[in-house]
């Protein structure tokens, strides 16, 4: 008979304790013992043992330490030290035996969640093909040079990329690469997919400018971590147990994504043209979790409408603006919220405490300052009581959200006619005078110095641009009309706020267009 799980949170971990926990993935049982409990830290020992219910007396009696074989791991125990405070619900106690180990280690993390168990991943691996396991073995440390489409490899080589798979007409020709485990393609490759069928060592795949319409990964099950160009992408189908999915490029207006169970067990990270309104649905109306990244601009209700079972949302800005926050309440499964560099709300727009019953983590930093103050005062109560982790980082005053939220030269960040490095100066300089401005304008005796001060500020752009422009010639029609407004637009400020200053703005901006060079 299984041993009776006690799912009470009373219970006080102690040395010998094994819990099992069930995967959200397969519903299938793992175990782990505690074998040490010093100042709330928890030496945890994940066990070699998998299993459809939760372990019977006879289980526990069988169960020895789990020995890592897979992907990069050298033969050794899965064993760390945990917080206690950190331990999830979903560990369920079912016995106490005496400890499987005596060692210490002096390895830290996390505790394992319910899709992050290590037995689990270590059945998986073993079950695949026995001669690529044994190839595999026998290669991991060899250091064995060979060559290979004309350049020198080892059997050691766990990665291939572009600048060997162009040189490859027939992609068997990796089956050279016992250890073998990645694939970066940049692309069209007909025969890439069938590969991968064929090949169950290979976990993670990287393929650029693929060109393809519709690409089917149905029949790849061993394929966890897919990052993919969703250029022109318009229909792509997943096979079941993917775990990851990165979509770069500019997606397609009409692309849509068929999962397993409508993307329940799928970690999706998308740029933000994946919300945008106008778009159709792509799919995914059981999108478990999702990540956005380099938002300028994201409207969150057509989040919540598309992907209503969402449990963890994860958005960060560069910096950028998030509207209609409040539609982060029809998310009624939230367990995880991260917020980073996003503004364009108030405390009000914040759903209140008690909305989200499963909410473990809100992680919010570098948010508009009043909204970080109401936060940590509505939502700390929940640390002691629903142990919430909450953490509140950088709060944002209005000045800096003017010297970077609005930074003009922000979007050349990125731009392929600018380099990374003028961009940065820009936006510095920029950062630099408004500071300055602000200040001299915010002074009670501001205008008698104003019209002298502007001068100089224009010679400074004009000489600065003109140094920076010399040697490339990069500053074209559209990066000159940029610079040319944000000059202007300082300019008028300055007379708005200071009009008893008789600032002469079309003289400035004449001066301006005489100093440049560009």
């Not at 304790?17 to 175990?31: K, L, V």
């Not at 068929?258 to 309104?277: E, K, Q, V």
Request: proline share 9%.
């Amino acid at each position: 008979m299984p041993a009776k799980p006690n799912t009470t949170p009373s219970h006080t971990p102690r040395p010998g304790d094994i819990f099992a926990q069930r995967s959200a993935d397969t519903g299938r049982y793992c175990a782990y013992q505690i074998t040490r409990a010093e100042n709330k830290t928890i030496s945890l020992l994940s066990l070699d043992w998998v299993g459809d219910a939760p372990p019977t007396d006879a289980d526990l009696a069988a169960m020895r330490p789990l020995n890592n074989t897979r992907y990069y791991w050298g033969h050794g125990l899965d064993y760390r030290n945990v917080e206690l405070r950190d331990m999830p619900p979903t560990l369920q106690f079912v016995a106490n035996r005496p400890p499987l180990v005596s060692q210490k280690t002096t390895s830290f993390g996390g505790w394992p969640t319910p899709r992050t168990q290590a037995a689990e991943q270590e059945a998986d691996w073993r079950a695949r093909d026995p001669e690529r396991l044994r190839r595999f073995e026998a290669a991991r440390s060899s250091g064995r040079e060979f060559t290979l489409a004309g350049q020198t490899v080892r059997d050691t080589f766990t990665r291939a990329g572009p600048e060997l798979l162009d040189l490859l007409p027939n992609l068997a020709e990796l089956d050279k690469l016992p250890r073998l485990l990645e694939i970066e393609a940049r692309g069209p490759r007909p025969d890439l997919i069938a590969y991968l069928r064929t090949h169950d060592l290979l976990h993670r795949l990287v393929w650029n400018a693929h060109g393809a319409r519709a690409l089917d990964f149905r029949g790849v099950p061993h394929i966890h971590d897919l990052e993919l160009d969703a250029t022109g992408l318009e229909t792509l189908h997943l096979h079941d147990t993917l775990h990851s999915l990165k979509l770069t490029g500019a997606l397609h207006p009409a692309l849509r994504i068929h999962a397993f169970d409508d993307g329940a067990l799928l970690y999706l990270n998308a740029p933000p043209a994946i919300a945008a309104p106008d778009r159709a649905d792509p799919g995914l109306p059981n999108l478990s979790t999702i990540r956005i990244e380099g938002i300028d601009k994201l409207d969150l209700a057509p989040i919540a409408g598309r992907h209503p079972a969402l449990e963890v949302l994860s958005l960060a800005g560069k910096p950028g603006t998030l509207q209609n926050i409040s539609a982060i309440s029809r998310l009624p499964k939230l367990r995880s919220l991260y917020i980073d560099d996003l503004f364009g709300y108030t405390p009000a727009d914040i759903p209140p405490p008690g909305t989200h019953p499963r909410l473990a983590e809100l992680w919010l930093e570098s948010i508009p300052a009043d909204v970080a103050a109401h936060v940590k005062k509505t939502y700390a109560p929940l640390k002691k009581t629903a142990r919430l982790d909450l953490q509140v980082r950088k709060p944002r005053a209005p000045e800096w959200l003017a010297d970077n939220l609005d930074n003009p030269f922000r979007a050349w960040d990125g731009d392929e006619f600018v380099s990374p490095a003028n961009a940065r100066r820009a936006a510095t300089l920029y950062k630099k005078t408004r500071a300055e401005l602000r200040a001299r304008l915010d002074s009670p005796d501001a205008a008698p110095a104003l019209p002298e001060y502007l001068e100089q500020l224009v010679r400074k752009w004009a000489a600065a641009f003109n140094t920076w422009d010399k040697r490339t010639n990069w500053i074209e029609t559209e990066e000159r009309e940029t610079i040319c407004e944000v000059v202007d637009n300082l300019l008028a400020e300055a007379a708005r706020r200071h009009p008893a200053a008789n600032i002469d703005t079309a003289k400035l901006s004449s001066l301006f267009d005489e100093l440049r060079d560009f």
